[in-house]
């Protein structure tokens, strides 16, 4: 992530597998689309227990183009504080969570987090 210091992210956490992930991914995509023009705001998931093929594929099918990462071990969902996919985490241009969200989210609901915490922040 520290190649996208100076602008909010979007660090979404799922799997393949999990029902609730696959909802919600239309909704990363509108996100991101949205945002792609004025490129304030970047996605970057997180795969868990997922080989890279079934993650690959995922993508393939369903849309989206931004970076995701393989967590090959639980460290780094520990190093978050994941407790299950999916969770979503709204990291400022300075590199703190602004916000979290557990469970599936809604480009709605991102968009106002990100609007509240840049009136915050």
């Avoid at 945002?35 to 890279?52: E, I, K």
């Amino acid at each position: 992530l520290d190649d996208q210091r100076g602008r909010w992210v979007v660090v979404n956490f799922f799997s393949t597998t999990c029902v609730p992930c696959v909802r919600e991914h239309p909704e990363l995509v509108a996100f991101a689309d949205a945002h792609r023009a004025v490129d304030d705001v970047r996605v970057v998931s997180v795969a868990f227990d997922d080989r890279a093929s079934a993650v690959e594929a995922f993508f393939r099918e369903r849309g989206g183009d931004w970076p995701v990462l393989a967590a090959t071990t639980g460290r780094i969902a520990v190093d978050w504080g994941v407790v299950a996919v999916p969770e979503s985490y709204l990291v400022a241009p300075s590199g703190y969570v602004a916000a979290k969200v557990a469970g599936g989210v809604e480009r709605a609901d991102l968009e106002s987090l990100l609007s509240r915490a840049g009136a915050e922040g």
